[in-house]
């Protein structure tokens, strides 16, 4: 049984029935589903975590119309190789074949120069392009490219997944079927694995052989005493790079400058991108920070732009003074859950009209009508301030915007109790 290949790939799902998660993408009915079902495909990009499944969905989508599949790594792919294949499909578009699908796995590690190597295939839909990023294609994929995919999100497996997984596993893998295996808790694997099905198939198998016999009993206990140790070492293509980011994150929204500076130690010597740092420090900086420092914003893009324009090893002193500013700045998020209520908002009531007073009345049609009529122009009162409703009718009086508890919001929060009275008494 040595020369078998790893469980997670003895376990790869062979159609879209038996392909685990993502029902909002193909489910019955959904939306990459029907495209599927109806032989018109696009190009497309999936971006999501690691071991979600973007690979095998590639690859099931290409056995179900009967394409061929030609597939690419960016790691050690090149314009030679990307041009080599679409020569081999252009011949086959020549000979009346079908055409292929193309599944270039990590597209986001392609250069620039590599991606447009692409644009002429897929413009003229010589190859089907299927891209897989962990990154966010917006930032990594260029805009040509993106502008002729459609882009779909993965989302990482839930709980219900990975234990029908395992247990699929014990039922049908021809090695383990063989084996009792009692999983007497559950909880350390789910951890471990981060909602990533690879990895917690390789975690695994790789008790299933620690635990010598046929009879195996897993405990949180001992699940972590095997594995625990084997996951310390950061992979900026995956394994740790969700845990690392998110621990660099929570650290400086903690305040803990010590453990946001570690962090970013880890990120720099496993070699992670200091551009994908620095932007995930720019959303912090609003989505953590917001009002109670809005200088934090300016020194975060600061800090993005000089990474950019000065690169490793340098950059790290710039990051790491920008992650020691944004960790012991106060701390708020009344941006983060004021626009979260809004949307909520906008979804619950729909689109509500805009107020007569508040719309724009270019036409003497539109100022007869009443477009304009009541505005009330601010600088032209004291304080240029003046009362007026600026929500729609039937919201009128909701309260949206929380102010946070730090020093520059109370001062926001006194101000516009001064101004509004009721209307934002808090």
């Keep these: 049984m ?19 998660g993502q029902k909002h993408l193909v489910g019955k009915g959904a939306v990459l589903r029907k495209a599927i079902e109806s032989g018109v495909l696009p190009s497309m990009i999936f971006w ?56 270039i796995d990590e597209i986001h590690r392609f250069s620039k120069s590599q991606q447009d190597s692409l644009l002429g295939a897929v413009e003229r839909g010589t190859v089907t392009l ?11 994929v260029i805009s040509a490219l993106l502008s002729r995919c459609q882009v779909y999100i993965l989302q990482s497996l839930e709980e219900a997944d990975l234990l029908n997984l395992l247990n699929k596993a014990m039922k049908e893998d021809v090695v383990l079927r063989d084996k009792k295996i009692d999983i007497k808790e559950d909880e350390a694997l789910l951890r471990l694995s981060g909602g990533d099905a690879r990895k917690l198939l390789n975690i695994f198998e790789l008790l299933v052989n620690a635990f010598k016999g046929k009879k195996i009993e897993l405990t949180n ?10 996951m310390a070492l950061y992979d900026k ?89 944004l960790a012991t700045s106060p701390k708020s998020n009344s941006a983060t859950t004021a626009i979260g209520a809004a949307i909520a908002l906008v979804r619950e009531t729909g689109d509500l009209p805009v107020p007569l007073h508040l719309r724009n009345a270019p036409t003497k049609l539109m100022k007869n009508i009443g477009y304009g009529k009541d505005y009330k122009y601010a600088h032209s009162y004291e304080g240029n301030f003046t009362d007026l409703d600026f929500l729609p009718e039937a919201i009128k009086g909701t309260k949206i915007y ?18 509004w009275g009721d209307r934002y008494k808090y």
């Design 48 to 103: 999501g975590p690691p071991g979600v499944g973007k690979t095998t969905l590639a690859y099931i989508i290409s056995q179900t119309l009967y394409r061929p599949f030609f597939a690419l790594s960016a790691i050690n792919s090149g314009v030679k190789d990307v041009r080599e294949v679409i020569e081999k499909a252009a011949l086959l578009k020549e000979q009346g074949e079908t055409l292929p699908i193309l599944f």
């Design 2 to 20: 040595n020369n078998l290949p790893p469980l997670a790939e003895r376990m790869r799902p062979k159609n879209l029935d038996d392909y685990v």
């Design 221 to 230: 206990k001992n699940v972590l005493e095997h594995v625990q140790q084997n």
């Design 237 to 325: 293509a995956g394994e740790q790079h969700y845990d690392i980011i998110s621990a660099f994150i929570k650290s400086m929204r903690g305040s803990d400058p010590n453990g946001a500076v570690y962090w970013l130690a880890r990120m720099i010597v496993g070699g992670e991108d200091p551009l994908f740092i620095a932007r995930r420090m720019l959303i912090l900086a609003s989505e953590d920070i917001g009002n109670a420092n809005p200088n934090a914003l300016l020194l975060a893009q600061a800090c993005f732009e000089a990474v950019n324009k000065i690169g490793m090893p340098e950059s790290q002193l710039i990051l790491s003074q920008t992650v020691i500013y």
């Design 130 to 140: 299927i891209g897989a990023t962990t990154e966010n294609p917006s930032f990594e």
């Design 402 to 419: 929380e102010p946070g508890n730090n020093a520059r919001e109370l001062e926001t929060k006194e101000k516009l109790k001064k101004l």
